[in-house]
């Protein structure tokens, strides 16, 4: 089993940057699909990124593609989000997930990830 812990929330104003880390601890997470979700205030949990297992293949939401950017050091065990040009409508709380099965292959489906993180919150004031 594998935890998830991230960091890296805080307030920005809008058109600003924050980088979100995910530290991994337990497993290794090179064989692991890694994503990123997101969920505001009364929505559901959104896909927002995700990385393969080797870092070869990333795909993002469209409302998010040209701004944020998922990699990963799996030396460190850890994964990042770069969210650049942020708006007001990026406020939430953002998850970092993983998948073990076929952690070559991308998907966007928040219940085909096992393991989750407790969320780190994000505020784009305007």
């Known amino acids: 089993q594998v935890q998830l812990v991230e960091s890296g929330g805080g307030l920005v104003q809008a058109g600003g940057s924050l980088t979100l880390n995910c530290a991994a601890s337990?497993?290794?997470?090179?064989?692991?699909?890694m994503g990123w979700f997101r969920q505001a205030p009364g929505k559901e949990r959104e896909f927002v990124a995700a990385i393969t297992w080797r870092g070869g293949t990333t795909d993002y939401a469209d409302s998010m593609k040209g701004r944020f950017t998922i990699s990963r050091d799996n030396a460190k065990n850890t994964v990042y989000l770069q969210m650049n040009s942020l708006e007001p409508e990026d406020t939430a709380v953002y998850y970092c997930a993983a998948r073990p099965d076929r952690p070559w292959v991308i998907t966007t489906k928040r219940g085909e990830y096992r393991y989750w993180g407790q969320g780190t919150q994000v505020t784009v004031s305007s």
């Open positions: 337990g497993r290794t997470i090179s064989n692991y699909l």
